[in-house]
C-alpha cells in the first residue's frame, strides 16, 4: 500500500468534542424514535426524513439565557447548523444528506434564540476507513470502530474510494466522525468555520 499524493480527505472531530454540546431539550419525536436513537442513527448516516428531527428545541435551564449559537452544535441530539454554514453545504454534492429547519427557543419556549438553524441529516456512507492503516483505532465488542478524541491529523486513513462520490459522508462502523472532501473543506474554512468543524487531515493509502 501507498501512500496517495496530491488528493486529500478530512475528518471531522466535531461529534467527539464536548464543547459542540449546548444545553437543549425537545418534545417527544412524532416517529416515537427517542433523541438518542435518532442521534445514532444519524451519526451512522441513516437517510432520515423530516419527522425523525424535532421542529423546536428549548433551553434546558431557565436561568441560562441562550445566545446565538455556533455554526455546529449538538443540540438535543441533533447535529444543528448554521443558515450561514447551510450557504456552503448547498453549493455542494451533499448526496442523499439532508437540511432541515428547526427553531431554537429560550426555556419559557416562546423567546426565540438569536439565528437560523437547520438539523444536519448525513444520509451518505462510504466504505473507505482503513482500520489496519489506522493504529489508533479502538475496537468495541459490538464491531464498532471509534478514535481517541484527541484526533491527530494523519490517525485516521482511507482508501482512494473516498474521493469519489458526494462531499459529505460517514464510513461505519466507524463512529462519532464524518468526513468531507477538501473542495467542501476549504469553502468551510474560507467562511471561518473550521474551529467548529475540527477538521483533520486524512491519509488516503492506495494499493500498490
Not at 436513537?37 to 434546558?60: C, V
Not at 446565538?68 to 447548523?81: E, F, H, R, W
Not at 459490538?142 to 474510494?161: E, K, R
Request: proline share 6%; charged share 25%; aromatic share 8%.
Amino acid at each position: 500500500m501507498t501512500q496517495s499524493k496530491g488528493a486529500q480527505v478530512w475528518a471531522s472531530r466535531a461529534f467527539m468534542d464536548s464543547t459542540r454540546i449546548t444545553a437543549f431539550t425537545a418534545d417527544p419525536l412524532p416517529t416515537g424514535m427517542g433523541l438518542g436513537q435518532m442521534a445514532e442513527l444519524n451519526e451512522a448516516g441513516e437517510r432520515m426524513s423530516a419527522e425523525h428531527f424535532p421542529k423546536e428545541i428549548f433551553a434546558k435551564y431557565p436561568d441560562k439565557k441562550e445566545k446565538k449559537q455556533a455554526d455546529l452544535v449538538l443540540a438535543a441530539g441533533a447535529v444543528v447548523v448554521s443558515a450561514a454554514c447551510v450557504d456552503v453545504l448547498r453549493q455542494f454534492d451533499l448526496g442523499h444528506s439532508s437540511l432541515y429547519p428547526i427553531k431554537l427557543f429560550q426555556h419559557d419556549r416562546t423567546t426565540p434564540v438569536e439565528g437560523e438553524y437547520f438539523c444536519l441529516n448525513i444520509g451518505e456512507r462510504k466504505d473507505a476507513f482503513l482500520l489496519s492503516h489506522s493504529p489508533r483505532v479502538i475496537e468495541f465488542g459490538d464491531g464498532t470502530l471509534s478514535m481517541p478524541p484527541n484526533l491527530h491529523d494523519d490517525d485516521v486513513a482511507v482508501s482512494p474510494a473516498a474521493l469519489v462520490g458526494p462531499d459529505l459522508w460517514v464510513s461505519p462502523p466507524l463512529n462519532r466522525i464524518f468526513f468531507l472532501s477538501d473542495r467542501l473543506t476549504q469553502a468551510l474554512r474560507a467562511a471561518k468555520m473550521g474551529r467548529v468543524f475540527g477538521f483533520r487531515a486524512c491519509r488516503i493509502v492506495a494499493a500498490d
